[in-house]
C-alpha cells in the first residue's frame, strides 16, 4: 500500500503544472548551450526531428489541454459560456494589436521586413504561457483558466490567419473534411466509446494535416469533447498521459524550438532596427491589445475579469511564444539572416517577457 502511495504521489507531482515549467526551463536552458557550442550539430539534430516533435508529439500536450478545457466547460468555470467572452475577446485584441503594432513601426521605420511579417508577432505558446503561470504561485483557478482560454483561442486566431494570408498552402478539399469531421465529433461526442477517441483523434489529424492546418490543434477539439463520464473513468490513464507530456514531450518540444544559431544573426543597422521593432510590437501589442480587449467585453456583458493589476503580467506572459511565430516568419522570411534575427528575438522576448510576468504575479499572490 505504502508504495501505492508513493507512484500515486510522484504521479501527481510529475502531472503538475509545476513540473511542467520546470522541465520547460531546464529544455530551453539546454537547447541555448547547445546551440551555441555545436551549432552544426544541433541544426542537424533539429532538422530530422522538429517535425515529428511538433507535429506529433505535440499532439499529446493538445490533448491535455483539451482535457481541460473540456472539464471546465462541463463542470467547471466555463460551464457558463459567457465567462468565456472576456478571454476570447484578450485574444483577439492581443492578435489585432501585435498586427498593428508591427505594420505601424515597420510603416515609421521603413522596415519592410517588418511589414511583410506582420504576423509574426501575434501567436502565444500555451506550453510557455501555462509554464509560467506554473512558475507564480497559487494565481487561483479563474486567471489561470482565463489564461487557458486566451492562449488556445490566440493560437488557433493565429494559424488561421497563417492559413488565410497567403503564406501557407491549403488544401480545399481536406480543409472541407476537417470541418466535417470536427462538427461530426462535436454532434455524436456522446455515442462515442472510449476507445474509439484514440482512432477519431488519428482520422481529425490526418484531415487537418493533409489541409494545411497545424494538426495537433485537431486534439484540442477531441479531448474538449469527451465526455465528463469517460474522462472520470480514464482518470488515472490521463494524469499518466499528462506526466508524460510534462517530462518528455515539452522539454523535447522546448529543446527544438529555442535554441539560436547565433553565427546566423545579422548585426547590420537593418538588422537590429527589425529586432527592436519586433520586440516592441510583441511585447505592447499584447499587453495592451489583451488589456483592452478583457475590458471592452467585460463591459459590454457584465462578466467579470481579471484586475488591471493581473492583466499586465498576464499580457507579459501571453507575449512568450516561438513556435507558430516561426512557423510564420519561416514562410516570410526563408532561411535568411532575418529569419535568424527573428528567432532570437522572440526567444529574447520570450525569456525578457515571462520573467517580468511572473515576477509580477507572484508579487501580486504575496
Known sequence: MAATNFFSLDLRRAASATTAGITLSIATVAALWWSGLSPVTYRSVVASTSPFILTGLMTFFFLVI????????SDGFLRDARQSLPA?????GGMFATAGCALLIGHLGELPALERG???????DIAFALAALSLSGAIGRNLRHFVLVLAVADDIGSVLVLAFSGHHLLRGWWVAA??????????VRRHVPLVAWVAVLVALWVCFFRAGIDAPLSAVLVGMCIPAAQRVSAARAFRILTAGVNLVVLPLFALVATGVIWTSLSRSPQGVAVAMGLAIARIAGKVIGIAAGAIVASRVTGVSRPSLAQLLPVGLVCAMGVTVPLIFAHQVYGDSSTYAVTTAT?????VLSGATGVVLLRRLNR
Open 178 to 187: 476537417a470541418i466535417g469531421g470536427g462538427m461530426t465529433v462535436v454532434l
Open 88 to 92: 476570447l475577446s484578450a485574444a483577439v
Open 118 to 124: 506582420w504576423g509574426v508577432p501575434m501567436a502565444t
Open 346 to 350: 522572440l526567444l529574447g522576448v520570450t
Open 66 to 73: 483539451g482535457l481541460d478545457l473540456g472539464h471546465e466547460l
